[in-house]
């Protein structure tokens, strides 16, 4: 999965940047004057990616970010993507950007881009309020 264009950035940032809270994607799609269908696939992307949790509400599918993801994968675990937190695209068990936070937390990452950006800043990357940490595209 790759943040390839700037719907999918839109979505991704919307969830994002409000953790505790679930979206529909009309609402995605108004608030940030984005086309429904394509919030919608982006939406169902997300979901067959297993990152965020689907809420079935009497409005209908709302979806809310797995913030609680990154604990789910241990190192050493194999077929598995995370996601990269500094983009936000899907990154492969194998990759060779990694840090390891203890033994609990292993961040993966797509590029030594992404990792040193991480590396320099980790809270601003991880801060939803302040993800600005997607300048770097591959
Ligand atoms: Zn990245």
């Known amino acids: 999965m790759h943040l390839r264009t700037s719907s999918e950035r839109a979505v991704y940032f919307t969830l994002v940047a409000q953790l505790a809270e679930s979206w529909s994607a009309v609402e995605i799609a108004g608030l940030k004057d984005v086309d429904l269908r394509t919030v919608e696939a982006v939406l169902a992307r997300y979901t067959e990616a297993g990152v965020v949790d689907v809420v079935d509400s009497v ?20 077929a598995v993507t995370v996601i990269d937190p500094v983009c936000g695209m899907t990154v492969a068990d194998g990759t060779p950007y990694r840090l390891e936070d203890g033994s609990r937390t292993l961040w993966l990452f797509c590029s030594i881009l992404c990792l ?17 940490c997607d300048k770097e595209q591959q």
């Open 59 to 78: 409005t209908g599918l709302r979806y809310r970010w797995r913030s609680d993801m990154s604990y789910l994968f241990g190192a050493g675990s194999s």
């Open 116 to 132: 040193a950006t991480f590396k320099a800043d980790p809270q601003t990357c991880l801060s939803p309020r302040q993800v600005h």
